[in-house]
């Protein structure tokens, strides 16, 4: 049965599955028990554990590709073993690779199968700043998803984000822009948490669209504010992604069992939110 981006998404929030947990393995920090004889085999092995403890109460994972191209080779194939491993055990949770990619089409099209068809992800993160002609290998995938970068969540997202373009600020522009593009009903846009009330504009633009929701945890994002005005009007839409505050909860043996623990908490705290 083939894989479709959008229906793996709907059916985790009729569960009542909104948390997405970002798989982003940091060397330096997996505990030492999980260190095993290569790079490769200690991320891989990492994230299966992360999986296993959490595969049953979240909507999606989203590992970063920055983490995994810093090891080079074993990093490359540690990323392709985690979907692999996600696909095999937790087959109906969608995969969203944050590669941030964008460049021109031809460029792109590369992209585009790195991303669906060798790593094997259900949807990719990517900026609009070449413009929709140069997005258009990856909106023709219908079966996969595409998360615009609108308001991001980091502390100086608004250098230029913020900065107005005919009256509003340019992350409401590119927010629109998301709208128009979407007309295979694949795309959606990514607002950190940080930023509730930018969030709550980019919600009243983009209608029913997904929301790819980074900077709960680590980052301080305000989770209940950014559920309450991030949700759509069916009480959906919102991808809540959290890294660092579960991966690293624990530097010990336990970090598994404790990982779980977080996850269930952030879980009832969006279900409290909602």
């Known amino acids: 049965m083939e894989r479709h981006f959008g229906n793996l998404l709907e059916a985790q929030w009729d569960k009542g599955h909104f948390l997405c947990v970002g798989l982003d393995p940091d060397i330096e920090k997996i505990p030492t ?83 669906f068809d060798f790593f094997g992800v259900d949807a990719i993160t990517v900026h609009a700043y070449q413009g929709c002609e140069a997005l258009e290998p990856f909106f023709a995938r219908k079966d996969k998803g595409v998360f615009i970068l609108a308001r991001t969540s980091n502390p100086g997202a608004g250098e230029f984000q913020d ?72 009480g959906k839409g919102i991808i809540i992604n959290a890294s660092r505050a579960i991966l690293y909860v624990s530097k010990n043996a336990d970090f598994a069992r404790l990982a779980r623990s977080k996850a269930e908490e952030l879980h009832s705290a969006i279900q409290k939110a909602l």
């Open 33 to 115: 028990t999980e260190k095993k004889a290569s790079i490769r085999e200690t991320i891989a092995s990492f994230n299966r554990a992360i999986v296993d403890a959490t595969k049953d109460i979240v909507c999606a994972y989203k590992p970063n590709q920055a983490f995994y191209e810093a090891q080079g080779t074993e990093g490359w194939e540690a990323l392709k073993d985690t979907v692999s491993y996600i696909r095999e055990v937790a087959s109906n949770v969608p995969i969203i690779l944050d590669a941030k990619r964008g460049d021109i089409g031809n460029t792109n099209n590369g992209y585009e199968r790195m991303a």
């Open 163 to 234: 900065l107005e373009v005919e009256g509003e600020p340019l992350y409401k522009i590119i927010a629109r822009a998301a709208v128009r593009w979407n007309t295979n009903a694949n795309v959606g846009v990514v607002v950190g948490t940080t930023y509730p009330k930018e969030l709550a504009l980019v919600r009243a633009v983009v209608g029913e669209m997904p929301i790819l929701m980074p900077g709960t945890g680590a980052q301080g994002g305000d989770l209940e504010a950014s559920v309450r005005l991030g949700k759509n009007k069916v």
